[in-house]
């Protein structure tokens, strides 16, 4: 069994979703482990990861609405002190969660055909974030 880790530094340009897939992919293949468990872990709370559709950007133009509708900017929040994105950035964060685990087979990620790896930045303010990315398994 063989293990591998590293820090990715994410430079977001705001609130969107940044395209993880070929940086984590690239990082895979260079540890050498071909079956395992790939885990992602995103070190921020106001930020989180998720998979969903590589192939149209609409699917992230409607899950960006659909996140703003459940958890709106606004004045009725009691933690409110880095401004009004900053509850609602937790409360999405919440839902898009911290953390992936991810099948490894031929040295590759198993994902479906039009799955991608985001993530999530839910403050209006460009921001370096940083996700964990540890593989177990073997050679």
């Known amino acids: 069994m063989q293990q591998a880790q590293t820090t990715l530094a994410i430079a977001t340009r705001g ?61 009725g929040y009691e933690h409110d002190e880095e401004g009004p994105d900053d509850m609602p950035a937790h409360l999405r964060a919440a839902l898009t969660g911290p953390s992936l685990t991810i099948p490894v087979a031929d040295g590759r990620m198993v994902l479906g055909t039009w799955q991608g790896i985001y993530l999530a930045e839910h403050r209006h303010a460009p921001h370096r974030r940083q996700v964990v990315a540890h593989v177990i398994g073997e050679a």
């Open 15 to 75: 609130m969107g979703f940044t395209d993880l897939t070929d940086d984590i992919a690239g990082w895979l293949a260079a540890s050498g482990i071909r079956t395992g468990l790939l885990s992602l872990l995103c070190r921020h709370t106001s930020a989180g990861l998720l998979i969903t559709e590589n192939a149209s950007p609409a699917v992230r133009r409607d899950l960006a609405r659909w996140l703003a509708r459940l958890a709106p900017e606004g004045s």
